[in-house]
């Protein structure tokens, strides 16, 4: 099974400032990856799949790119309503489809 | 727009059995695949089981493989989870979640809201 690792575990940044989160997979994935953000109480939302497509209605300040085993989630001018956990999601091999442990951004 | 309502959760005894629904609309449910994918509390996402747009395929992670089923009934825009012998670390909350193709090997475009499972005697 592919093993996905997400770093750093909680990010801190101010607002207008950018986060970089990180997702490595253990094997590769080539461009199959996927990213969700999911706020307290909600469920995930789609961000991003196929490692740099933005999902519909997604604002231009998220960006993915990457291929292979590593790969970035980038959030240019983080504003408040950004603070989420962030989550990666492998579907090149599969079963299973795994995802990342998650990476908790906090708006300072 | 795209909406997905499961039902069914609630409180069971470890050993006991469990039928999870998700009603869908909005789209044309036969078309595509559908996931479960679960979230214990205060924990990441764990998938939980897939199934292709005709019910034709169904994959499930060793945690769950041989207790959970996946279903669906295309006339009633309907997914389900049955889930057997149930143990206290499946107690999550799950949800039913769309892929945007009738292919299994997706990610995941829409998500429903959750239902509670809690297993404890």
């Known amino acids: 099974d592919i093993v996905m690792t997400q770093s750093p575990a909680t990010l801190s940044v101010s607002p207008g400032e950018r986060a970089t989160l990180s997702c490595r997979a253990s094997?590769?994935?080539?461009?199959?990856l996927a990213w969700y953000q999911q706020k307290p109480g909600q469920a995930p939302r789609l961000l991003i799949y196929?490692?740099?497509t933005r999902a519909t209605g997604i604002p231009a300040r998220f960006s993915g790119s990457g291929s292979g085993t590593q790969f970035t989630l980038t959030i240019s001018s983080l504003q408040s309503e950004d603070s989420a956990v962030y989550y990666c999601q492998q579907y090149n091999n599969w079963p299973p489809h795994t995802f990342g442990q998650g990476t908790k951004l906090e708006i300072k | 727009q795209v909406q997905l309502v499961e039902s069914g959760g609630g409180v069971v005894q470890p050993g006991g059995s469990l039928r999870l629904s998700c009603a869908a609309s909005g789209f044309t449910f036969s078309s595509y695949g559908m996931h479960w994918v679960r979230q214990a509390p205060g924990k990441g996402l764990e998938w939980a089981a897939v199934i292709s747009y005709d019910g034709s395929n169904k994959y499930y992670p060793d945690s769950v493989k041989g207790r959970f089923t996946i279903s669906r009934d295309n006339s009633k825009n309907t997914l389900y989870l049955q889930m057997n012998s149930l143990r206290p670390e499946d107690t999550a909350v799950y949800y039913c979640a769309k892929v945007p193709s009738g292919y299994v090997g997706a990610f995941v475009d829409y998500w429903g809201q959750g239902t509670l499972v809690t297993v404890s005697s």
């Open positions: 196929g490692t740099s």
């Open positions: 094997q590769s994935v080539s461009s199959n």
